[in-house]
């Protein structure tokens, strides 16, 4: 699944990225790429998997990668996430592949990225999800340094409702974070990758896994989480997305872990001096080292945001509160 050695000979395929036509070696294998001379995105020769048909990769990490792909059965665009073979035959990485399928084909809403199925074919194992492939909070951050705050509330009032429905499934996702808040065609946010999550009342993992920048200090320091661990990193991911600084970062990740522990939260207003007071109570609050001083659940974290949101609005348009 990686860009094989050149070759001279040649083949043209369209970018589904760009669309421009980019020419790429002959000799790649199954799943093998190359990359548009347009725009840089990988671009392969489409490739079957069961009814599917993989068209273009979407994203890679160190155990699968992410494709764009068809669903000849039902004539309609899926994206398929395909284990990297060498994990196939390992027991461990396969119960926690099958597992991150079954959490997140439970949830059912709006902005949590759904799972149609989950098969294998010919040794290949993958997950059948819906297409989020316009980008994700991450690249939005790079791109622009700073995400306007308008923007950023919506997107922690859409989690704050998909991470209630996780809450009441029973669950913890336990890595919130810019890199998994996929956008659609329609520029619908969507929380993805259920693979470090966990059952409220499963305990803790041996251990601690999780994003330095966004984890949540009971984590770290008492080996302790709940459905406020989550609502802390959505906090820190907001903090990231409205200030273009991480909350917490040193050279080493024990030592940036151990800031959110030990070190006191410089408020996002304090950084970025533009963004309204409204908001940077709420990302200060949610993100309170003890758990306890959190908001008491998403649905009470909503209602801070949006009424941050409404002010913001109202101010914006030059609109007035109360009576004239």
Known sequence: MSSPPPSRAMQRVPCERCGASTFIPSNLGVFQYGNCHECGHAVMTPVKLDQFELRAVCGSGGMATVYRAHDETLDRDV??????PEFANNADYMAGFFKEARYQASLNHTNIVQVYNYGQFK??????????????????????????????????????????LVQKKGLIHLDLKPDNILYN?????????????????EGRASELHGTPFY???????????????????????MYHALTGQVPFDAPSVEDTVWMHVKTRLTPPRKIAGDIS????????????????????????MTMALEASRSELLQKRSGVKRGWF
Do not use: N, W
């Not at 065609?185 to 009342?201: Q, V």
């Not at 109570?281 to 649905?299: C, H, L, Q, T, W």
């Open 185 to 201: 065609i329609d520029e619908e946010p969507k929380l993805t990758d259920f693979g470090i999550a966990r059952k409220e009342d």
């Open 79 to 84: 994206a398929v996430k395909l284990m990297q």
């Open 123 to 164: 040794g290949y194992k993958y997950l059948v999800m819906e297409v989020a492939d316009q980008g994700d909070l991450e690249s939005r951050i790079k791109k622009h340094g700073r995400v306007d705050e308008l923007l950023v509330l919506d997107v922690g009032i859409k989690m704050c409702s998909a991470l209630d």
């Open 277 to 300: 007071k409204d908001t940077d109570g709420a990302i200060v609050r949610a993100m309170s080292k003890d758990p306890e001083k959190r908001f008491k659940s998403f649905d009470e």
């Open 215 to 237: 984890i949540a200090p009971e984590r770290v320091a008492l080996g302790k989480q709940d459905f406020r661990s989550d609502m802390y990193s959505l906090a820190a991911t």
